[in-house]
């Protein structure tokens, strides 16, 4: 032990043997970024500004920055309505995971433990199935449908899949889990003699709500969007399987120029273009609500 | 109308046969209790004595299963928390985290449509009261426990409640800092007038700080009096040895003799008087306080009551004290502590002694009581 302190020591130079423990531990992480992260990244920057050589599937480095340009102009709406969906889908995700969150963790009691283990059953299954399942659910012979036409919501002829209704609703199913345990997790740790606390200077139920429980619920609700909208945002599958072609996303032009069409500047420039476009949007976002300021 | 309560309702707790039970536990059975207005009344007992819940029933924070609660004329026994002339100050205090100090102490202000300039001018107030305005920007964990504390009872006083709850206030303190709080509790409290209801399990907190203590003991209130009354009078073998120590020694009352009884203990005849007797049948548990006994080696003169025949089978020296255990003709031993005030030598382990003391020091309990309830 003594002599692979020393060895660390020597190794970035440090004089203190205990501080270099924590840098050590940070190698294995920061190996794995590296190789998977931060190379493919720079390979996947090099070639958005490539542009096609003699054979297929052969680039030549140009530094064609325009390559942005025409493959954002080339997909505005896909753009748009990726942000859209990914918004409409954590908005419904929220809504849904909020108050289920807050009912496992303060009304539950003994049946903490199995509705936790329900909220990640889904995990079980992958993701394409659900989504596959998902299809079923809202398709011709599903109950939702079924239910909807009996109650004459919707007419005999008209269905719910190859819709938009079906993609953001495929897209907040798939990602409840993600919104639902941070939410959990941030309520589950208030205390909650601060809820008591509240009732006893004067606020009632709501009050307390919105004083005390919603604001300390923050880091959740903060965490929840995240994970829900970066990855519903980017994502193909849903709008693959539960959307008609005047559903497609952002993931849906990537993964075509990618595999189809065989454009890798424009599907890099694209992969860019979102990817810078969802870190300006968050940064706005924690900046907004302030949660550097939670405890 | 309701909401008037908080500011209108003034006078005394009063608690009218109270009863909370989970299935067939009673955690306060069937309590009765009236606290005066502007009180400092304890609330005393060891865990699990019904003690918390009954506070809680007072705060609204808990259902009573049957009986009421009345402030003054007004009956609060089903009014929500958040209605009552009642704020807490919670175990481990219970700040809002994300709120500075400011809004923490405002927070039931705001509730009630007070101006900007009241709310600040009543927080202001408040934080001078408590000797903390400097720490009206920061937030509750840049704070230290015992000026948590304050910011607590702040938080709830500020309201200028009709009834202050102090849930184990104290509890997470150091010993130090849980005496200077103990003082400073006392002192806003004589300082703003409001009645206190203090919970605790700590003897000496409730002693020093209560104008009444209430001892409790399985959901009911054992007995109710001032420290001074508990502690000299207890009538049960709990009040005797859950406030300070008591030896309780069996004996058979065999006579009266003007203001006293007398007791015979093991063929010893002791006085004890009437009025401090609580001995129902001829049996009795006379009690003596182990700082009330006179010890001395055999021969010496002695007055008053005596107990001869002695042997120091312990001797522990605590500095302002010496506590000796004392085997007894009758094979149990008994506990003295005597103060280190005169030239007297230290008695050594093995010695025979003599125990003497002063027959008004003396009380008697029941003989059906159990001589080691609520022992620590």
């Given at each position: 032990?003594?002599?692979?302190?020393?060895?660390?020591a020597?190794?970035?130079?440090?004089?203190?043997?205990?501080?270099?423990?924590?840098?050590?531990?940070?190698?294995?992480?920061?190996l794995?970024?590296?190789?998977?992260f931060?190379?493919?990244i720079?390979?996947?920057?090099?070639?958005?500004?490539?542009?096609?050589?003699?054979?297929?599937?052969?680039?030549?480095?140009?530094?064609?920055?325009?390559?942005?340009?025409d493959?954002?102009?080339s997909?505005?709406?896909?753009?748009?309505?990726?942000?859209l969906?990914?918004?409409?889908?954590?908005?419904?995700?929220?809504?849904i995971?909020?108050?289920?969150?807050?009912?496992?963790?303060?009304?539950?009691g003994?049946?903490?433990?199995?509705?936790?283990?329900?909220?990640?059953?889904?995990?079980?299954?992958?993701?394409?199935?659900?989504?596959?399942?998902?299809?079923?659910?809202?398709?011709?012979?599903?109950?939702?449908v079924?239910?909807?036409?009996?109650?004459?919501?919707?007419?005999?002829?008209?269905?719910?899949?190859?819709?938009?209704?079906?993609?953001v609703t495929?897209?907040?199913?798939?990602?409840?889990p993600?919104?639902?345990?941070?939410?959990?997790?941030s309520?589950?740790?208030?205390?909650?003699?601060?809820?008591?606390?509240?009732?006893?200077?004067?606020?009632n139920?709501?009050?307390?709500?919105?004083k005390?429980?919603?604001?300390?619920?923050?880091?959740?609700?903060?965490?929840?969007?995240?994970?829900?909208?970066?990855?519903?945002?980017?994502?193909?599958?849903?709008?693959?399987?539960?959307?008609?072609?005047?559903?497609?996303?952002?993931?849906?032009?990537?993964?075509?120029?990618?595999?189809?069409?065989?454009?890798?500047p424009?599907?890099?420039?694209?992969?860019?273009?979102?990817?810078?476009?969802?870190?300006?949007?968050?940064?706005?976002?924690?900046?907004?609500?302030?949660?550097?300021?939670?405890v | 109308?309701?909401?008037?309560?908080s500011?209108?309702?003034?006078?005394d707790?009063?608690?009218?046969?109270?009863?909370?039970?989970?299935?067939?536990?009673?955690?306060?059975?069937?309590?009765?209790?009236?606290?005066?207005?502007?009180?400092?009344?304890?609330?005393?007992?060891?865990?699990?004595?019904?003690?918390?819940?009954t506070?809680?029933m007072?705060?609204?924070?808990?259902?009573?299963?049957?009986g009421?609660?009345?402030?003054g004329?007004?009956?609060?026994?089903d009014?929500?928390?958040?209605?009552?002339?009642?704020?807490?100050?919670?175990?481990?205090?219970?700040l809002f985290p994300?709120?500075?100090?400011?809004?923490?102490?405002?927070?039931?202000?705001?509730?009630?449509?007070?101006?900007?300039?009241?709310?600040?001018?009543?927080?202001?107030?408040?934080?001078?009261?408590?000797e903390?305005?400097q720490l009206?920007?920061?937030k509750p964990?840049q704070?230290s426990?015992?000026q948590?504390?304050?910011?607590?009872?702040?938080?709830?006083?500020?309201?200028r409640?009709?009834?202050?709850?102090l849930?184990?206030?104290?509890?997470?303190?150091?010993?130090k800092?849980?005496?200077?709080?103990?003082?400073?509790?006392?002192?806003?409290?004589?300082?703003i007038?409001i009645t206190?209801?203090?919970?605790?399990?700590?003897?000496?907190?409730?002693?020093?700080?209560?104008?009444?203590i209430?001892v409790?003991?399985?959901?009911?209130?054992?007995?109710?009096?001032?420290?001074?009354?508990?502690?000299?009078?207890?009538?049960?073998?709990?009040?005797?040895?859950?406030?300070?120590?008591s030896?309780?020694?069996?004996?058979?009352?065999?006579?009266?003799?003007?203001?006293n009884?007398i007791?015979?203990?093991?063929?010893?005849?002791?006085?004890v008087?009437?009025?401090?007797?609580?001995?129902?049948?001829?049996?009795?548990?006379?009690?003596?306080?182990?700082?009330?006994?006179?010890?001395?080696?055999?021969?010496k003169?002695?007055?008053?009551?005596?107990?001869?025949?002695?042997?120091?089978?312990?001797?522990?020296?605590?500095?302002?004290?010496t506590?000796?255990?004392?085997?007894?003709?009758?094979?149990k031993?008994?506990?003295?502590?005597?103060?280190?005030?005169d030239?007297?030598?230290?008695?050594?382990?093995?010695?025979?002694?003599?125990?003497?003391?002063?027959?008004?020091?003396?009380?008697a309990?029941?003989?059906?009581?159990?001589?080691?309830?609520?022992?620590?």
């Amino acid at each position: 032990m003594a002599a692979f302190r020393g060895a660390s020591a020597k190794v970035f130079g440090l004089k203190d043997n205990k501080s270099a423990l924590p840098y050590l531990l940070l190698i294995p992480g920061l190996l794995w970024l590296a190789i998977f992260f931060i190379v493919p990244i720079f390979s996947l920057g090099q070639m958005s500004t490539k542009v096609p050589g003699a054979d297929i599937g052969e680039f030549v480095q140009e530094y064609r920055f325009s390559n942005y340009i025409d493959a954002f102009n080339s997909s505005k709406e896909q753009f748009l309505r990726s942000f859209l969906y990914g918004l409409l889908a954590t908005i419904i995700a929220l809504a849904i995971a909020y108050p289920l969150a807050y009912a496992i963790a303060f009304k539950s009691g003994k049946w903490k433990n199995i509705l936790l283990v329900l909220v990640v059953a889904p995990f079980f299954v992958s993701f394409l199935l659900r989504t596959i399942a998902w299809k079923q659910i809202l398709g011709e012979e599903g109950p939702v449908v079924s239910v909807l036409r009996t109650l004459n919501i919707i007419s005999v002829n008209t269905s719910i899949t190859s819709s938009a209704f079906a993609v953001v609703t495929g897209l907040a199913y798939n990602f409840l889990p993600f919104m639902t345990l941070p939410l959990y997790a941030s309520l589950e740790r208030i205390d909650p003699r601060t809820l008591e606390a509240a009732g006893d200077l004067y606020a009632n139920g709501f009050t307390t709500f919105r004083k005390v429980t919603l604001p300390l619920s923050m880091p959740g609700v903060v965490a929840g969007t995240l994970l829900t909208f970066i990855p519903a945002a980017g994502d193909y599958i849903n709008a693959t399987i539960l959307g008609s072609p005047s559903n497609k996303m952002l993931g849906n032009v990537i993964e075509a120029r990618f595999f189809k069409i065989v454009d890798y500047p424009a599907a890099a420039a694209l992969s860019f273009t979102l990817m810078a476009a969802i870190l300006i949007l968050i940064t706005i976002y924690t900046k907004r609500t302030g949660t550097e300021e939670l405890v | 109308m309701a909401v008037d309560a908080s500011t209108s309702a003034r006078g005394d707790l009063i608690l009218k046969n109270l009863t909370k039970s989970y299935g067939d536990f009673s955690a306060v059975d069937d309590l009765s209790l009236v606290v005066p207005k502007g009180s400092f009344f304890a609330l005393l007992g060891p865990s699990g004595c019904g003690k918390t819940t009954t506070l809680r029933m007072v705060a609204g924070l808990e259902e009573p299963t049957s009986g009421s609660i009345f402030v003054g004329e007004t009956d609060i026994t089903d009014m929500k928390p958040y209605r009552r002339p009642v704020n807490t100050v919670f175990q481990n205090y219970a700040l809002f985290p994300h709120l500075t100090i400011f809004e923490n102490i405002a927070f039931g202000l705001r509730r009630r449509g007070i101006t900007e300039a009241e709310v600040k001018t009543a927080v202001d107030k408040v934080l001078n009261l408590i000797e903390l305005p400097q720490l009206a920007t920061r937030k509750p964990n840049q704070l230290s426990g015992g000026q948590q504390q304050r910011i607590a009872v702040a938080r709830a006083i500020v309201n200028r409640p009709a009834l202050l709850l102090l849930d184990e206030p104290l509890g997470a303190l150091d010993l130090k800092l849980r005496r200077q709080m103990q003082i400073e509790l006392k002192w806003i409290q004589t300082e703003i007038g409001i009645t206190f209801v203090h919970v605790t399990h700590d003897q000496e907190e409730a002693m020093t700080m209560a104008d009444t203590i209430a001892v409790m003991n399985k959901g009911k209130i054992e007995q109710m009096g001032t420290p001074e009354e508990l502690y000299d009078s207890p009538k049960t073998a709990f009040v005797a040895n859950f406030l300070g120590q008591s030896n309780l020694i069996p004996g058979e009352v065999s006579g009266s003799d003007g203001d006293n009884l007398i007791v015979d203990l093991f063929g010893t005849k002791v006085a004890v008087p009437k009025a401090r007797s609580s001995a129902r049948g001829n049996s009795a548990l006379v009690g003596v306080r182990p700082e009330k006994f006179r010890i001395a080696a055999e021969g010496k003169s002695t007055h008053g009551n005596v107990l001869t025949g002695g042997v120091v089978s312990d001797v522990s020296y605590i500095g302002v004290s010496t506590q000796y255990q004392v085997e007894m003709p009758w094979g149990k031993e008994v506990m003295v502590f005597e103060q280190n005030d005169d030239e007297e030598e230290m008695l050594r382990k093995g010695a025979k002694v003599v125990l003497s003391w002063e027959p008004i020091f003396t009380f008697a309990l029941d003989g059906s009581e159990n001589v080691s309830a609520g022992s620590h």
